[in-house]
Each structure stands twice: as structure tokens, then as C-alpha cells.
């Protein structure tokens, strides 16, 4: 028998289900069952809501960046947080889950377009409407409020779900309990039953919106984003062509809370019916990246479907954010010479030259963009400050030979542009022979290969990339330390992006212009719109040393040209015998027709092989000599000095300072002139 107090212990070690089965003991036998069947629908309705709001907490830890009780994104954890401006970023608004992230990724400060947008981005949830040099951080400039703003949506969200559901358990009370009157034992069962109906699952939101003009940036965008939300529980998606839709198609069917897309995939999708881009006439957060060459006429057609689609209801549009963004949004430039040539013919023509705020207020029209901000931070000359421009004049056939001295005498990444894809394949396969490996990127090429030859060029410190406009806006290579204009860009809009491939976040880089006779007026109509009173310098070239590349690239065309005779031989020859087989007839070849042919193809193949054996020889023996420094151009090339690598951009410097020094003693020995010849003047007129 146990004691009174032994048995007062042991009542208090019951769990609230025992103890009312127990208090129900002396309640008679017909009503003794029913009452304990209600006391276990009760207990067993408030085990599954303890459960279910322990799980709901551990989701809130890790989801609820902005919590000041948050252990998921504790600030004070984060020892890369010792070196940035914490205090900068969170005046602006930035929620602290954002703030870790950058943290890891080194950004210490933000930028001026950074500084000049995000408060009133965030905090007054103004439409941006930003203009700024490349490398310059715009992409976060959109990306921490579209973040911050759809972090803010899902917590209330959250609040209003949770208060729903607790209205609906207490009005529904009586009926939870009468549905567990058939349930016996289930007080010790604690498993969940987390299979929830398909049909009970609602539709995941879209909230943001990005589009951009090229594949690459797309990508490129949603790995910066992703960085920056990976310390939230934001899914970001990508859509863009060139790749399977299907995936994206599965991709999507996840309800990623942001799409970053191109215009064309994005557009075929929403025609098909997805589910999911069909909530894109009520997003919340739309963004345009590069928006002057996406608004440009003729181009993206999808875009203002998009555009049209989205307005469509003009209620969510008065809760839309806007963002639009380039570094030269706010760059116009004369009429092309067939609207100068209609303006000048019909006297009464609307055909004029926009002014800078004349095209924003176009863009602002177009996209029914209310309340903006207008932030320009371009300076006139539309490139960075520590960016070298120079440039090289010589005759088309002599390029070749300019550009292979450039690669040989100075290391580096180099990003050499061109104006068409033809012109990118002939360089490839040219500087292929020389064993250069370039790696080219245009728009024929299939995405996959694109994206590899990307990361080949990124991972070598003397990589050689050979592109299209097509990489010429919002690519964000690391270390490009050259940019090389093989053509002249037929607008200043493409010089001002190429030339931003370089010179990014505060380091040095240098950009050259190829430029032949027959380019003139392009490079005449540049400098016009970039505000460029003077020529761009010239890149200082040793002629001696240009003699020997010259010999190297002539074998290599050559090789080229025999490569392709060979190629169509061999493809005419293969032909004729396929299509032979396949009408299974016989061909009636003369002998002496037969002999001709293979003499020619041996000699072909024997001359191929010479030549390739003499292009071999010569590389394998440096270009430059030895003790070739380049400090003196194209003089003392026997100074015993050991040979280097000298930086392209402290080579052009140097050019720059001295044809300063040059001006400024021309400039100060002309006043010298001009003053003796006045004091000259004065002494006659004192004599007579």
C-alpha cells in the first residue's frame, strides 16, 4: 500500500489526460464512456496544434529575417560582418538576413547608385528609374528591395493565415470533436500525417518579375540574387530560350517567388498556359535591366506584349514597383543618316533628336511608372573613371596582325568584340592556328556552349574570349583586363557597355579601337555623342616586332585557306559516293580523271602539312627578343634588359603622360613666343 503523499506525487506525474480519465471515475458507468471519449478527442486535437505550432516556429526561426530574436540570421554570429558598414546598410532599410549575406560576399559599403536608391526604394517605395556606369552594383540596387518587399509580403501573409486559422478551430470546436467520437487509443500516438491533398494545396504567388535583353545576364542576375536571399527561404527561378523548357516548365510548377527571364521564353510560356506565370498581370515587382536596348524599336517584340499583359488591370498596377536600370539610360544620340535624310525631305516631319528627358519620359509612359526616382549617375563621357581608352588606326587586312602582336606582348584576360558572328568564327579559327584558345560566344551558338566557354574564360587568367554584342551588356567577369573593339561599334550605346566589361568595381582595365579608313564616320559620330573634343590616343605599337607577327599570321591564314579547300573536297567527294549508294548505282570513273583528282588532293595535303610544320617552327620561338623592355619604342631593342610583361595599361599611361608633358611644353614655350614677339612690339612702338 502506498502512503498519501506517495500517491499525491504520482497524480502530479500524470499527464492532463490521466488525470481527468481519473476525475471520471466516480461518474456512473453510462455516462463514464462517452465522457472519456471526449476528453481524448480533446487532449489529442491539442497535441497535433502544440506539434503543429513548434513546427510553425522552427519555419518563422528561419524564414522571419527581420525578427530582432532571430538565431537563424543573428547578426552578432557573423564574423565577416566586423568588416563592413553594418549601420549604412540597415539605415537604409536592408533586413538583416541580406546584410549576413553580403557579409559573406565581401560587399563592404554601398555604392553611390546603391546609396542614392535603395532608401527611397525601400522605405518610401518610390519606382527607380537608375542610370549609372557599369560595375557600378545596380543589381543590387533592385534586387534588396524586391527582396526586403516580398520578406515583408510572406510574414503578412503568415500573420493573416494563422489568425485565420485560429478563428476556424474556435467556431469549429464542437465539430473537431465530434469527428474523433470513433477514434480510440490515439493518445499515445504522436506520429503527424503530413500527406496533405493535392487539391487542398493553393497556388504559390509570383511576386517579382525580371527581364533582361540576353541569356547570360539572366543567368548572371539570378546567381547574384540568390547570394543575396540564400540566408531567406526565396525561391528564384530563370527562364530563358536555349535551353529545355520542360525543366523550366518543372522548375516553375514549384512557385519560385521571383522569375528572371528574357522576353521571348517567357512570352511562349505564358501563351502555352503555365499555371504559375499566368499571376503575372498581379506582381508585385517588376524589373528592367539594360531598358534602353530592350525598349529599342524593332527588338523584343515580346516585351511590349509583356508590358500590355501585365497593365492589364489597372488596380494591381497601382501596387506595382517598378525598376528600370542602365548605364546609358539617359545617353541619346544623333538621328541615323536615312531619318536625317526623311527629316530634312518633308518639312512638316515629327522626326527629331531626343533629349535625355524626353526618353525617360517615354520609358515612364511605356511603363506606367508612377512617382519615380530619377537617379543619373553617368558622367559625359559615359565610361569610368579608371578606364584607359586608346585606340589603333591601320587598314583592315593589317588588324589580324595588330591584334596577335596585342595578345603576345601583354598578358591578361582580353575580351575582343566584334560586329558580326561571321567575323567572330574567322578570328576563332584563325587564332586557333595560332595557339591562342580563343573562345567564341554569339547568338547561333547553343546555350550550353555558351555558358562553358563563360566559365573557361573566367577560370583563365590569360583567357581569350571572341564575342558578339551579345556579351557586351551586364556581364560581370571578374579581372577583364583589356577590351578590344576589333570593329568599331556602330553605336556609342555598345561602346560605353563593351568598354564596362573592364575597369569594373574600382580596378584598373583598358580598352582599344581597332579603326580603318571605312570606319571613320562611326568612330566621327562616337566621340560626337560621348562629348569627345579630342582623338583617343594612340596605342603605341614597335614596328620592328609587328614585322614578325605579320609572318606568323600570314602562315596561319594560309593554313586556314588550304584547311577549307581540303574540307570541301572531301565534302564533294563524300557526296557523290553517299548518293551513289543510296540510288545504288555505280559511277563510271575514268582512270586518268581518278589519278588527277588523288595527285591533287596529296599535293594539297603534302603542301597543308609543310605549312603547318613552318607556322610550328616559328612559334615555338618568342616574338619579342631578348631583352626587349618596349620603354623605348622602336629604338635600343639590344639594351641588355631581362624580358617582361608589361601591363598594357602602364604602357598606355605612360604614352598619355608624355604626350602631356609634350602639350604642356608646347603650350608653355608657344606663351614664350608670344610674349617676346609682344614685347618686341612694344619696343618699336616705344621707339617711334
Known sequence: MKSTEEKKVASKRKCPLEQEETNVNNIEPSTKKSKIKKIKAKHSKKKNEIVKSANFKITDQQTDSDSDNDSYCDISSNKNLAKINTEAWLSMGVPTAVIKALADQNFHSPTMIQT?????????????????????G????????????????????????????????????????????????IVNDLELDCDIPTHDIPTKPLYALILTPTRELAIQIKNHLTQAAKY???????????????????????????????????????????SHLSQINSIRYLAIDETDRMMEKGHFQE????????????????????????????????????????????????????????????????????NPKIVDLTKESGTADNLTECRIVCTIDHKDYYLYYFLKRHNGRTLVFCNSIGCVK????????????????????????????????QADENGLLIATDVAARGLDIPNIEHVIHYQVPRTAENYVHRSGRTARAQKEGITVLMMEPSEKQNYIKLCKTLGRTHDLPVFPVVDRILVITKERVDIARDIDKLELKYRRQNSQKSWLQKAAEDMEIILDEEDDESSTELEEAAALK??????????????????????FSGKYLDTNLNVNVVQDAQKAIEVMKKVIENNTDKSTNSNAMSQKRQRTQKSRRLKKLKKT
Not at 545617353?331 to 524626353?358: A, F, G, N, W
Not at 603534302?606 to 631578348?626: E, G
Open 426 to 457: 574567322r578570328l576563332a579559327t584563325l587564332f586557333s592556328i595560332l595557339e591562342c584558345k580563343p573562345l567564341p560566344l554569339h547568338a547561333n551558338m547553343q546555350q550550353r556552349q555558351r555558358l562553358k566557354n563563360l566559365e573557361r574564360f
Open 116 to 136: 542614392q536608391t535603395l532608401p527611397a526604394a525601400i522605405l518610401g517605395c518610390r519606382d527607380i528609374l537608375g542610370a549609372a556606369e557599369t560595375g557600378s
Open 606 to 627: 603534302r603542301q597543308l602539312k609543310a605549312k603547318k610544320n613552318q607556322l610550328q617552327s616559328l612559334l615555338s620561338k618568342s616574338v619579342f627578343p631578348k631583352g
Open 303 to 370: 516585351l511590349h506584349d509583356l508590358l500590355a499583359k501585365i497593365n492589364a488591370n489597372p488596380v494591381k498596377m497601382q501596387k506595382r514597383q517598378t525598376f528600370v536600370f542602365s548605364a546609358t539610360l539617359t545617353m541619346v544620340h544623333d538621328l541615323p543618316d536615312y531619318l536625317d535624310k526623311k527629316k530634312k525631305r518633308y518639312v512638316r516631319s515629327k522626326i527629331c533628336k531626343l533629349t535625355p528627358e524626353q526618353k525617360l519620359q517615354k520609358i515612364i509612359e511605356l511603363l506606367k511608372i508612377k
Open 232 to 274: 531567406t527561404d526565396i525561391k528564384i527561378a530563370v527562364v530563358l530560350g536555349g535551353m529545355a523548357a520542360v525543366k523550366q516548365k518543372r522548375i516553375l510548377n514549384k512557385g519560385p517567388e521571383i522569375v528572371i527571364a528574357t522576353p521571348g521564353r517567357l512570352w511562349e510560356l505564358i501563351q502555352e498556359g503555365n
Open 138 to 185: 545596380k543589381t543590387l540596387a533592385f534586387g534588396i528591395p524586391i527582396i526586403k518587399g516580398i520578406l515583408d509580403l510572406k510574414s503578412q501573409n503568415k500573420d493573416q493565415n494563422s489568425s485565420e486559422e485560429e478563428a476556424e478551430d474556435s467556431d469549429s470546436e464542437n465539430n473537431v470533436l465530434s469527428e474523433f467520437e470513433n477514434c480510440v487509443n
